[in-house]
């Protein structure tokens, strides 16, 4: 008999304009010891599944139809009560991000033991001690010292391994774990899944896997689950799945992924998704309005923008006497040139300062040392506004999180004017217009879409609206800080192509900020990377993937997920 | 000119407001309560700082539905012998004028102090703010009397009458602006670091107009709350400080002293000299509430 088993499930949430069905006739199996992946965009319905089979579907949610079996008996339409005493109990849970699934306010001991008393019926010393094995056997070091630690004293990876011994301390049969690498690194990631595949193996529980990202199932997963749009599209071994899918969806969700293991012209477009909205019409610099008053003179100097030993601190103890300030340094003595018309790739995990960099450049910050060059002027010599003016004009940059990076108060005709009105770029407020509705043209957006409000937009067509604006100023240099890492695949190898496409149309030079290698392989001519605020390699794309000179760099690349060694060739 | 009222009429703002009921209520409301009070000289039956049109003889006469009651006097009269109805229609007049000056000048004050202290930071936060909590450990009465003090002082004595009732609205306001500036500041904090804001640093906008265009219309929503709620707590403010004989002679009466002077018949049976003050007081607020809210939901398009 099958350890967890879904049959016919359906869940609609009901509202005034008739009922939306989140999740269409799901069934599955899983089994003990296994490790299933349920994989799809955002808005398939994934998650909704596991709240289903939790009994925890926001309301107004419903499972109208089918039945939850756990160990052959029917789990869902339970009370409340009873349906407490199997969360945690038998069903364990781990959640997208460690920081905000754990109490700051409680060390993880109080919270180990609180659980583990209320599950297991354990005395206090019995429960402190298994608490001390949990953690032992997710592998945090002196865990008889760490127990009794906050939080916010562990790292990121480290959290999550809490969560995870969180969730196994009461034993559970199965674990619903929701994208639970999603908010970590790559190389804290690899360690997360081996974790979590040698728990599985060990202590025989069944896990299903929630997530969006193809790499982590080829990691860990023995069967996949694929969904679209609330229905199951296909359901099989991973190899089977990723190797040789039956199901177009999948085979186009599947191609969308960047390959890490070479260079292709152009990302394919996940078709069996509906087109990216109107097709990007190309651009002729020679007579258009992007391309009037490019009058930069030419190539004067060899390189565009050139880094020189940038340097950033930020304050972490503040004091009246310079002795007792603390600085934290983000920057630590960067260099680095970017020639015109080049993409320079900038690589790191999260905190290695590669964003700091972006906004040093760009102006958000000011250096603590060191000069940002453009075109043969130092801009942290510039004194007054008019003068460095000029020069943002030049530069302009796309941030990652499309919900906060536009003014949720203002039309997106306005937000994309705002800097041809504030430049006075153009002569009129009609030329403005026009101006306007011609850009979001050019980013697949169709001129209607002015009228609106951001909120009414998707992620990936207000990542359009943001490069609208960006290059609503003639910029020579655009700088991206992780312009997809908030969206999904068939999403970001749309964005990917608009970039690249308006790159070579425009011959803009690029700085492109990501964690992501595959993508940056398919997007850079040459790659920086950077560790704890220092510069460690830079290469040209192909050299750096093919033969890296640093031991960090390797490292970073051995982690990269290897998706199409999976059969497939 | 056509063109805007065309553009108003045909905008989301006005299309809101029509299609609710209670909105639609509160805004007529507010309005005749706001045109009585202006042409309180027409709209009411008695002018009541004419001495020859009340007499003691009619002091304490209920309203007219009850026994003892005349026609004349439709909400009673009160221990002078005057109108209440009309006591209540002059007395809004200098209510609505301190209540909503007080609250607009406080509000502006307050929302600029904060988005500096907020924007900046540093030490220009730490003085504004410390500055702010001085006067948040002053009761605001405490305040309104020392300010008040300090301009009846600089003022000559004949010109304070008249001008009593623009001391009250800077008194007022200046012990206000501390609630506005301190919201306004931490939600200044939160939209500083977003990225539409760094959008903008980059466009190149000075920051004067990324506080006014960006930052502001996104920390508005609480303010609408704070000012409708102090609007109330300025007039009763206003009554305060005149009972205290700092604000507006006894003379020219508000909405405030009318109900203050009505509390001391309240026991001995004549109710309504406090009630019915008190009840119009309730009622422009509960409006003015009303509108406040609908106004901060309208103004936020992703509640459309």
Known sequence: MPLLQIRGMRVEFPSRRGSVTAVRDVNFELESGEILGIVGESGAGKSTIANAILGLLEPPGIMSRGEVLLDGECIDGLPIELMRKIRGKRIGMIFQDPLTSLNPLQTIEEQLVETIKIHLQFGESEAQKHAISMLEQVGIPDPDIRIKHYPHQFSGGMRQRVVIALSLCANPEVILADEPTTALDVSIQAQILDLMRRLVRETGVGMIIITHDMGVISEICDRVMVMYRGDVVETGPTRKILGNPDHPYTRSLISAVPRADRRMDRFPLVEYIEAAGTPHKPIDVQDHWLGKARNFGGSKNEFLVSVKDLEMRFTTVRSMFKSRRRYLKAVDRVSFDIRPGEVLGLVGESGSGKSTVARLICGIYKPYAGQVVFDGTDLTSLGSRRQINIYRRQMQMIFQDPFSSLNARMRVADIVAEPIRFHRLASSNKEVLAIVDDLLDHVGLGAAAGKKFPHEFSGGQRQRISIARALATRPRFLICDEPTSALDVSIQAQILNLLKDLQEELQLTMLFISHDLPVIRQVCDRVAVMRDGKLVEEAKTEDLFNKPQNEYTAHLLKLMPRLHSHGAK | ?304
């Open chain 2, 1 to 304: 000119m056509r063109d805007f009222l065309q553009r108003f009429f045909g905008g989301d703002l006005w299309w809101s407001f029509r299609s609710s009921p209670m909105v639609i209520v509160a805004a007529i409301t507010t309005f005749v309560m706001i045109f009585s009070s202006a042409f309180a000289n027409i709209v009411a039956p008695y002018d009541i700082f004419d001495l020859t049109q009340f007499n003691l003889m009619d002091s304490l006469k209920p309203p007219v539905w009850m026994e003892r009651g005349e026609v004349g006097f439709l909400l009673g009269t009160d221990d002078q012998g005057r109108d209440v109805l009309s006591t209540i229609l002059y007395g809004s007049r200098i209510s609505l004028l301190v209540g909503f000056f007080s609250v607009i000048s406080a509000m502006v004050l307050g929302i600029i102090i904060g988005l500096i202290a907020g924007y900046s930071g540093g030490w220009v936060d730490a003085v504004l703010m410390r500055i702010a909590d001085v006067q948040l450990s002053f009761p605001a009465i405490l305040i309104a009397l020392l300010v008040n003090g300090i301009i009846s002082g600089l003022l000559p004595g004949e010109a304070q009458a008249d001008l009593a009732i623009y001391v009250l609205i800077v008194a007022i306001s200046l012990s206000f602006w501390v609630q506005y500036a301190r919201t306004v500041r931490s939600s200044t904090m939160v939209e500083r670091t977003k990225e539409y804001v760094q959008a903008a640093q980059v466009i190149g906008l000075p920051q004067p107009l990324i506080l006014l265009r960006h930052i502001l219309p996104n920390v508005m929503g609480p303010v609408l709350v704070i000012a409708t709620i102090q609007l109330a707590l300025a007039i009763i403010t206003e009554a305060t400080l005149s009972f205290l004989g700092v604000g507006v002679p006894p003379t020219s009466p508000s909405l405030g002293t009318l109900i203050r002077i009505g509390n001391d018949y309240l026991f001995s049976g004549e109710w309504w000299i406090t009630v019915f003050p008190g009840l119009a007081l309730v009622i422009l607020v509960l409006a003015v509430n009303i509108l406040g809210d609908w106004l901060r939901d309208a103004l936020n398009p992703k509640l459309r």
